[in-house]
């Protein structure tokens, strides 16, 4: 039997690893975006105490690198009394990593926005949560649909160093099969066609995105 065919005989191995690293990105990446969103909003009525920590958060998560973020959730936390499940510790530490990348995104793209749009809104009697939701986010998401595009595609990444703290996805699939049957080149050209695969249909879809901005007029704002 070919090393190709010993794949294809777990294939369900694979299966899984794919299932579980598409739950892993799907479930992190919005909750990554939403926190993002809200870390925007908080800074853009936010009071000077509230200013600098949010700061303090963002520029922490970009100093530190993901793999010692995952390392201190999953197996420094339980010195603390605070012990998590691997799958949790993972999808926390794509949360608040990917988190901080969105909010310094879209709080760059914010200060370009002319400041003429805010004050109509604001005489037009907006709230500043109405104003955010109706006219800020959405010219933000729009303008900086390529940068989120990339940050999706690292935090795609990002999901195989979870196998360190034991979470069951596509890189631990391919160990496992290239520990018992030592074929480590094809297991891995397995997984990368699927990240590949995953990564051409979130290209796809910022690509959906950016038509559907132009047609809705956000391009001009």
């Known amino acids: ?13 694979f299966w899984r690893g794919f299932l579980s690293t598409l739950q892993i990105f799907g479930f992190s990446s919005l909750l990554a975006f939403l926190l993002g969103c809200l870390v925007v909003f908080l ?97 933000l998401i729009l303008r900086t649909r390529p940068l989120i595009g990339n940050q999706l595609i ?13 979470v069951r996805e596509l890189t631990a699939a391919a160990n496992s099969l290239s520990s018992t049957y030592f074929i480590p080149m094809e297991a891995f050209i397995v997984v990368i066609g699927f990240y590949w695969a995953i990564s051409l249909g979130l290209d796809v879809f910022i690509k959906q995105l950016g038509r559907f901005g132009t047609k809705r007029g956000f391009e001009n704002g």
Do not use: C
Request: without cysteine; charged residues 15%; aromatic residues 12%.
């Open 1 to 13: 039997m070919s090393n190709w065919e010993i794949l294809w005989s777990a294939r369900d191995v």
């Open 43 to 139: 800074l853009e009525g936010a009071r000077p105490r509230l200013r600098v920590p949010l700061r303090i958060f963002i520029d922490g998560m970009r100093m530190l690198p993901f793999l010692v973020l995952a390392y201190l959730l999953y197996y420094g936390l339980p010195s603390l009394g605070i012990r998590l499940n691997a799958w949790t510790a993972g999808i926390i530490a794509l949360v608040i990593y990917h988190g901080a990348y969105f909010a310094e995104i879209f709080r760059g793209s914010r200060s370009t926005l002319a400041q003429g749009q805010i004050e109509a809104a604001t005489a037009q009697g907006f709230s500043i949560p109405n104003m955010f939701l109706r006219i800020i986010l959405p010219q």
């Open 154 to 166: 690292i935090g795609l990444k990002d999901t195989a160093f979870l196998v360190i703290i034991t």
